[in-house]
Structures are given as C-alpha cells and as structure tokens.
Nanobody, 120 residues
C-alpha cells in the first residue's frame, strides 16, 4: 500500500510563502499523476494543483501565478511552492497520488493532510 506523508505546513502571515512536500513510500510502484487538494472548514475539498507523469500542470484559478507544483520522480516526491499567500488560502492541504503497484493494480492514495494557516 502506498503511503503518503506531507510536510511543510504551518502558520504564515499574508504575503508570505510556504513549501509543501509529499513523499510516497511503500514498496515497488509507478506513480502517474500527483496533486494537491485543500479543504477549508465547512467547504468541499478542491483541487489546488496537479502534475502528470509527463510534467503537465494545471492549477485552480484562485492560485494561478502564486503557486507552483513540481515533482521529483527519483524521490517519489511532489512539492507545492506557495507564494503571496492570502488568508483565503487557509485550509487543510492533502496530497494525492495515483499509479500502478508492482502487481499491476491501480492505486489512488491520499495523505493525512497538513494545515496551512495564513494570518491577515
């Protein structure tokens, strides 16, 4: 089973930056797409950014130009660089990864979530 561990969250002032990391582990597997989602209190979980195995990226309109998603395939890691943070970026951020296990089974895994709080 693929296990995801997020890090890099915390409290930051408006206009500040944070970099989230998510490492995948748990045996032999191939990762396809990687992404970051977020969920604010009383809100639905939403896609923030995603990156395919080929490196194509997409972003939510609300973070375009401020956030950058990247990945290091050798480290099974996806990053989210968040700049010019706003109070409305405050949420629990979740890493999401899909791919194939060594036995050819598709997996779709979520991290446990990491809190990002932006103070005004």
């Amino acid at each position: 089973q693929v296990h995801l561990v997020e890090s890099g969250g915390g409290l930051v002032q408006s206009g500040g930056s944070l970099r989230l990391s998510c490492v995948a582990s748990g045996g032999d597997f191939t990762i396809n797409d990687m992404g970051w989602y977020r969920q604010a209190p009383a809100e639905q979980r939403e896609l923030v950014a995603a990156i395919t195995g080929a490196g194509r990226t997409k972003y939510a309109d609300s973070v375009m130009g401020r956030f950058t998603i990247s990945r290091d395939n050798a480290k099974n890691t996806v990053y989210l660089q968040m700049n010019s943070l706003k109070p409305e970026d405050t949420a629990e951020y979740y890493c999401n990864v899909d791919g194939l296990s060594a036995t050819g089974l598709t997996f779709y895994s979520w991290g446990q979530g990491i809190e990002v709080t932006v103070s005004s």
